[in-house]
């Protein structure tokens, strides 16, 4: 497709169980971001990949939180023994290159994960 | 580290009006960029526009200008001609313009204004 595809859109875990958000990002797109956005909150920075390489995990809640982008396309965020707190929506966006001075983020509709 | 405020929850509009949305950061680098996205509820972040912190002309985009005072660290947002389409949750970001090796291009946002366009 044309933009960033996320899936699945909705998702309801209970408590304790792990889950998985995908991301494609636009064909050929070198970076690509993932945020968590808490209702009612502006979304916040969780990871970075260049390519395959994922280059800042700063914003990271905890070690339960894991993301990968193993052929430098898709991406995984993964997040184990889920927790209540963990309910918000999850966006993933991407952007032309890692170089370039002004390449703008497009963003997927997101993942909102509810947690019972 | 950098800080972006939105200092208006909610703010309303008549629809042909004009409204300025407000938003203040905090920075000590000199080279940066800021932007003003759309969330509607369909969750997807649109880019609004844009504006190089080196640039001391503020962008236009159509309907949408903005009033960047870079000393007094204010990037203010106005929507002339209020369409019932505006209507959306508006976000203020910050991205630095200088990528330390290992570093990331990540924006950092506000909290957000939400806006209603009132018929």
């Known amino acids: 497709g044309a933009g960033v595809s996320q899936s699945p859109r909705y998702k309801v875990a209970k408590r304790g169980q792990d889950v998985a958000l995908r991301c494609d990002p636009i064909s050929g797109h070198v970076s690509l971001f993932w945020y968590q956005q808490a209702l009612g909150q502006g979304p916040e920075f969780l990871t970075y990949f260049q390519n395959e390489a994922q280059l800042d995990k700063s914003g990271l809640p905890s070690d339960r939180f894991f993301a990968e982008r193993p052929e430098g396309s898709v991406s995984t965020l993964k997040i184990q023994r889920t927790q209540q707190e963990d309910s918000a929506v999850y966006l993933c966006?991407?952007?032309?290159?890692?170089?370039?001075?002004?390449?703008?983020?497009?963003f997927g509709d997101g993942t909102r994960l509810s947690i019972l | 580290a950098q800080t972006v405020t939105q200092s208006q929850p909610e703010m309303s509009v008549q629809e042909a009006e004009t409204v300025t949305l407000s938003c203040t950061y905090d920075?000590?680098?000199?080279?940066?960029?800021l932007f003003w996205y759309k969330q509607p509820p369909s969750r997807q972040m649109i880019l609004v526009i844009r504006?190089?912190?080196?640039?001391?002309q503020n962008a236009t985009e159509n309907r949408f200008s903005v009033n960047f005072q870079k000393a007094a660290k204010s990037f203010s947002l106005k929507i002339s001609d209020s369409q019932l389409g505006d209507a959306a949750m508006y976000f203020c970001a910050y991205r630095s313009a200088w990528i330390s090796s290992g570093s990331a291009r990540q924006l950092t946002f506000g909290s957000g204004t939400q806006l209603t366009v009132l018929p």
């Open positions: 966006a991407s952007s032309l290159t890692g170089q370039g001075r002004n390449q703008p983020q497009h």
């Open positions: 920075t000590s680098e000199s080279d940066y960029y």
């Open positions: 504006q190089e912190a080196y640039k001391q």
